[in-house]
């Protein structure tokens, strides 16, 4: 058996992990909102029509942040659209996806769940067919007390008080040319820092994301980003990262590729760090990575085409075991970057490319929610370096992988260590921890199965799923256990005495 040693001290910490890197993202597209969140018909709804089962499930993943309404719907979406009574809200035909959408949600339906789910809401304004004006009036009406024209209007759709919505993305992919509104990054960085000037003159206290690079396979990666830096300057606050990975190899080769998503991170710092260099400016932009996922069976033209349909299923992912297991290596990487990755959101929570799917008045859990689960119930505290002794394999496509990946986070008197076996062979695993003893195991727990291959159905709704994980002993100065086959396992000690 294969053995590896995870070397961890109490006091190498790399950064305070950020809640809001365990987001969400809910996009008006195929059937994320309705029939997803939103089904007033269904016997499961309660009085507003929120589907309760899909928001007990969300409510369980602790979801610190839902960024909305899009994505590429954003960019042909104009917010006032979606508010007013709704029997007068227009029917219209959306321009990124090519489906009807009926605006019965909108701003302030979402806004009122995110306060009901503790959500904190991350609006996504218009750039592609709208204009700075339009984003600067969306803020007055989340934000600004009443007396003036769009607060007025919120207060008359019956909300007085604001909202204070603090979290604002300037656009969406807007580097990438299928974006509606798509532009060069100069003239990008000028309409975003126009809206970004208005929108903070009127509240200095919200935080912007400027939209970097939607892939790291365009021509422009890291170019288009050190642009827009320069020219939006200290107006904005977040860079966003895209990325979404598939198996288009084989299991070995696809458990590799949260190396890739790692090689983005540590890139587009160096970009945020570069500009602040060249501006000489005390502040430098941290990343946002508001949407990532597993997403590659679903990706063609006709898998996202609503063809004029009225919720249509787009994008419907079906995920199986090795999908938890990369859906666990990104969040590994996420951790290990807390020092400068701020928050995160997962693409998305409801039906497309999501962890959770709706039929009729069933609810399917996918093998994605359980690794997200198992992070972010264990997310308090800093992250430490962790450094990985042990075998190796060469993947085609990302080099050297070390088949036993990890990271953890110290909060208070809790260790929480999580633990990837990539192989297809059982792994000995050895947490050695300096700095303090382990003094007992709190808890753990396991996602695994029989094949990489094995994914949750309606007929076998809970073939992968996370269960009691009993495998750990503590030894002199750590624990160590024996982790199944491409498995995943979070584990939390409480600790004892400085050592």
């Known amino acids: 058996m294969k053995s590896s040693t995870i070397h961890l001290h109490t006091g190498h910490r790399i950064g305070h992990v950020d809640p809001r890197v365990f987001g969400g993202f809910l996009e008006h597209m195929g059937r994320a909102v309705y029939q997803g969140v939103y089904e007033p018909d269904s016997p499961r709804a309660d009085a507003e029509g929120w589907r309760v089962d ?6 369980d993943l602790d979801l610190a942040v839902m960024r909305y309404p899009g994505g590429n719907f954003v960019s042909g979406y104009h917010w006032q659209d979606g508010v007013g009574p709704r029997e007068r809200r227009p029917r219209v035909r959306e321009k990124a996806w090519n489906s009807i959408e009926t605006n019965q949600v909108g701003t302030d339906e979402f806004l009122r769940l995110s306060e009901r789910m503790g959500w904190e809401p991350m609006l996504a304004v218009n750039l592609g067919t709208g204009t700075p004006e339009e984003a600067h009036d969306w803020v007055e009406y989340c934000n600004a007390p009443i007396g003036t024209r769009f607060a007025d209007l919120r207060a008359a759709n019956g909300r007085q008080q604001p909202y204070g919505v603090k979290l604002w993305c300037l656009g969406n992919e807007m580097s990438g040319e299928w974006q509606i509104g798509h532009v060069p990054p100069d003239e990008y960085a000028s309409r975003a820092r126009q809206a970004a000037k208005m929108m903070k003159d009127l509240d200095p206290t919200i935080q912007l994301v400027a939209s970097g690079s939607a892939t790291h396979f365009l021509p422009s990666y890291m170019e288009w980003d050190r642009v827009i830096l320069e020219g939006l300057g200290d107006h904005v606050d977040y860079l966003s990262l895209h990325n979404y990975v598939g198996n288009h ?6 458990l590799a590729c949260p190396q890739l998503i790692e090689k983005q991170i540590l890139e587009i710092d160096a970009v ?3 500009v602040q260099g060249r501006r000489k400016s005390p502040k430098r932009a941290m990343l946002c990575f508001d949407e990532w996922n597993v997403w590659y069976r679903t990706q063609t033209q006709q898998d996202c085409d609503g063809a004029g349909r009225l919720a249509p299923p787009l994008a419907e992912e079906r995920f199986n075991l090795e999908d938890a297991l990369v859906v666990a290596g990104i969040l590994h990487a996420f951790v290990r970057h807390a020092d400068v990755l701020k928050m995160a959101n997962l693409a998305q929570v409801v039906n497309v490319i999501a962890p959770l799917l709706t039929r009729t008045d069933d ?7 359980w690794p997200f689960r198992l992070f972010s119930r264990r997310r308090e505290g800093h992250s430490l370096v962790t450094s990985v002794e042990g075998p190796s394999y060469t993947s085609p496509s990302h080099g050297p992988v070390p088949h036993v990946d990890a990271s953890a986070i110290l909060g208070g008197d809790l260790l929480h260590v999580f633990l990837t076996n ?8 050895r947490i050695a921890l300096a700095g303090a003893d382990v003094a007992e195991l709190v808890d753990a727990e396991i996602v695994t199965g029989a094949d990489p291959k094995d994914e949750n159905d309606w007929d076998a709704p809970d073939r992968v799923r996370a269960q009691p994980f009993d495998r750990f002993k503590l030894v002199a100065a750590g624990a160590i ?16 005495a400085s050592s």
């Open 272 to 274: 945020c760090r570069y």
């Open 54 to 59: 899909v928001l007990d499930r969300l409510r």
């Open 363 to 369: 609810l399917l859990v996918q093998s994605i929610y």
């Open 249 to 254: 190899t084989d299991t070995m080769d696809f």
């Open 422 to 429: 990539r192989d297809d062979e059982a792994a000995e695993v």
């Open 481 to 496: 256990a024996e982790l199944p086959a491409f498995s995943f396992v979070a584990a939390t000690f409480r600790l004892g």
